[in-house]
C-alpha cells in the first residue's frame, strides 16, 4: 500500500474493508455515572446538614483541642482553676446549711440534687456551646466574615472556633455534686425514676444550649447585649441550684411558661425527689423536657436563620 492510497486509520479502531474507518468499539465508562450503581451499594450521597454540621464542629473543636493539649501543663492548671471557681458556688450551700437544716422545705441532700443536675446540664452546653459568648465582637468587628466565607455551616464553625476544653472542670464539678446527692438522698427508686435522671441531664443541657443560640442570634442586631444572654445561662443556672418554693410564684411561672428554664431541673428533679410540681403547674409537665428541649431548638433554629440573613457585615 504506498502513500497515495494509504488509509489513515483513526483512533477509533481499525479501517473495514471497503476502505472506511470502522466504528469505534464501544468503551467502559471509566466511572459509574454520579446518579448509578456503584460497586453495587448504590448512589453516594450527600451528607446531610446535621451530619455535615457534626463533622465542622468537631474537625473545628478537635483542632482547638489540639492545640490546647499542646500545653500540658498549661491545661491541667487552667482545668483546676475551672474546677474550684464553680465548687466556690456550691461552697455558699454548704455553708449556709451549716447554720441552718433545711432551705424551704428541702434537705441539704435534696437541694444538692438540684445543684447536680442543674451544675451538669450548664456545663455540657458551656463546654459545647460557650464560644458563642463571643457572637456581638465577631460582629462589630467583622471577623464574622471569614467564617461566612468557608463552605461549612456557619453555626457549627462559630460554636467550635476557640473551643475551651478547660469549660469541662464545670461538668466534673457539676457531676461530682451530683453523685454525692445521689448517695446522700433517701429516695425510693423506680425504673422510671432512674430512667428520668438522665433524660432531665441531657435536656437540660439542650435547653441551655438552645437559649445560648437564641442569645447569639439576638447579637444580629445588638452586639453588646452579651450580658442579656448571660442573664438567663449562667444566671437561670444559679436559679436552678435552689428549691422553687423560696422564689416568689410569678417569677416560677415565667421559667415554666415564658422561659422554659424550669424544665431544665426544676420539674423532673421534683418528681424524682416525691415532691409536689408548683402551684398551677400539672404534673405530667415533669415528663415533658425531651419535648421542649425539641421546641426550644427549633426556635433558636430559626431566630439563628433570621439573624444571618440580617447580618450586613461592618460596611468598612
Request: charged share 15%; aromatic share 12%.
Amino acid at each position: 500500500m504506498d502513500e497515495a492510497t494509504r488509509t489513515r486509520v483513526p483512533s477509533g479502531g481499525a479501517p473495514g474493508p471497503d476502505g472506511a474507518p470502522a466504528p469505534a468499539p464501544d468503551r467502559a465508562p471509566d466511572r459509574a455515572p454520579a446518579d448509578g450503581p456503584r460497586g453495587g451499594r448504590g448512589p453516594r450521597r450527600a451528607p446531610g446538614l446535621w451530619g455535615e454540621s457534626w463533622r465542622t464542629y468537631r474537625m473545628v473543636a478537635g483542632m482547638w483541642i489540639r492545640s490546647t493539649m499542646t500545653y500540658r501543663v498549661s491545661f491541667a492548671l487552667t482545668l483546676v482553676n475551672s474546677f474550684c471557681a464553680t465548687f466556690f458556688d456550691f461552697v455558699v450551700i454548704l455553708l449556709m446549711f451549716g447554720q441552718v437544716k433545711g432551705l424551704g422545705g428541702f434537705s441539704f441532700a435534696e437541694v444538692a440534687f438540684l445543684y447536680g443536675t442543674t451544675g451538669t446540664a450548664f456545663g455540657i452546653a458551656d463546654l459545647t456551646m460557650g464560644s458563642l459568648q463571643r457572637m456581638g465582637a465577631r460582629v462589630r468587628d467583622g471577623s464574622l466574615d471569614t467564617f461566612l466565607m468557608r463552605p461549612a455551616p456557619l453555626l457549627a464553625q462559630v460554636a467550635g472556633d476557640k473551643f475551651a476544653l478547660r469549660r469541662f472542670g464545670r461538668v466534673a464539678q457539676g457531676l461530682m455534686v451530683l453523685v454525692w446527692s445521689l448517695c446522700l438522698l433517701d429516695v425510693e427508686w423506680s425504673p422510671l425514676r432512674l430512667l428520668l435522671l438522665p433524660v432531665t441531664v441531657v435536656s437540660g443541657a439542650v435547653i441551655f444550649g438552645a437559649v445560648m443560640v437564641l442569645g447569639a442570634s439576638a447579637l444580629f442586631w445588638m452586639q453588646d447585649a452579651a450580658e442579656v444572654t448571660n442573664a438567663f445561662t449562667y444566671g437561670g443556672n444559679t436559679l436552678l441550684q435552689y428549691p422553687p418554693t423560696i422564689f416568689a410564684q410569678d417569677l416560677v411561672r415565667g421559667v415554666v411558661y415564658v422561659v422554659p428554664l424550669a424544665f431544665v431541673n426544676w420539674l423532673p428533679a421534683l418528681y424524682v425527689l416525691g415532691r409536689p410540681a408548683p402551684a398551677g403547674v400539672p404534673e405530667w409537665t415533669a415528663f415533658a423536657s425531651p419535648l421542649v428541649a425539641a421546641v426550644c431548638c427549633g426556635i433558636a433554629g430559626l431566630a439563628w436563620r433570621a439573624g444571618v440573613r440580617a447580618y450586613r457585615s461592618t460596611g468598612s
